[in-house]
């Protein structure tokens, strides 16, 4: 089965051949040799977006994303792990714990093709590639589908709250010293979260099974994609991650 994209075949054409084969004879020592002529890919495996109204929606997101951190560190449950194992949780869950407050929050957003560089500038220029994943339309639609989900259920604060804990008391995080206890923790979570649904919406049996399944989707989101299209333009070449864990662990609240 080729793997190729449905409109591979359409990107092998170069978009000014005329350019490209002047610069391939101006390659005397080599300075070309390694630059590929840029292709356009309109699948949504490959199509490279950013965000439309960056500024507005990064500061939204850094928002949600404090919020997150300030829900973890107000877990007294949580402090009490070894520290070894809250950094796993943390690796581990930080990413779809921010897409549920995004869900709460209602954050919305738009984005589009990121423009790319023609070929000349590209080389005048020398760019290097970064080797980080670039959010794709693909990844996006996941997110958005994921999102739009939670906001039909409608979920209350409690039943947030509670679907966070048993999405941080993960004890299938590998290497948890205290694996027992994240699991004890994750199915009193579980707990709570079935018996505020019942209250909150008596003869509606499938609201709880419905919530788990559509928490499942989370797993689909990679944090990669969740820190070039949010952070990235906030943080630069910083590490999220070790930016979380100063957040999470400094002692001042």
């Not at 009193?188 to 928490?215: C, D, K, M, N």
């Not at 989707?217 to 864990?245: D, K, M, W, Y």
Request: charged content about 20%.
């Amino acid at each position: 089965m080729d793997s190729r994209c449905d409109c591979a075949s359409s990107g092998d054409r170069l978009p000014n051949p005329i350019l490209y084969n002047i610069l391939s004879q101006m390659d005397r020592g080599g300075a070309f040799r390694h630059i590929s002529a840029p292709r356009r890919c309109n699948c949504e495996v490959r199509r490279s977006v950013c965000l439309v109204r960056p500024a507005e929606v990064c500061r939204e997101a850094s928002a949600v994303l404090v919020k997150t951190v300030r829900f973890m560190r107000s877990l007294p449950a949580f402090q009490q792990l070894p520290p070894g194992d809250q950094h796993a949780l943390l690796r581990s869950c930080w990413a779809p714990l921010f897409i549920l407050g995004l869900a709460q929050e209602r954050v919305d957003f738009d984005v589009t093709d990121v423009p790319a560089d023609s070929m000349l500038k590209k080389i005048l220029l020398n760019r290097q590639e970064t080797g980080r994943e670039q959010p794709t339309m693909a990844g996006v639609s996941r997110l958005r589908g994921c999102l739009k989900k939670f906001w039909s259920l409608d979920l209350s604060p409690k039943e947030y709250a509670y679907l966070k804990g048993t999405t941080i008391f993960n004890p299938d995080v590998p290497e948890l010293q205290a694996g027992l206890f994240v699991e004890g923790l994750q199915q009193e979570a579980q707990h709570a979260l079935s018996e505020v649904v019942q209250l909150l919406h008596p003869g509606h049996q499938e609201r709880f099974a419905r919530i788990l399944l559509t928490a499942s989707t989370l797993q689909g989101i990679t944090p990669s994609l969740i820190t070039e299209l949010f952070f990235r333009p906030v943080i630069g070449q910083a590490n999220l991650l070790e930016l979380l864990v100063d957040m999470l662990f400094c002692r001042n609240p």
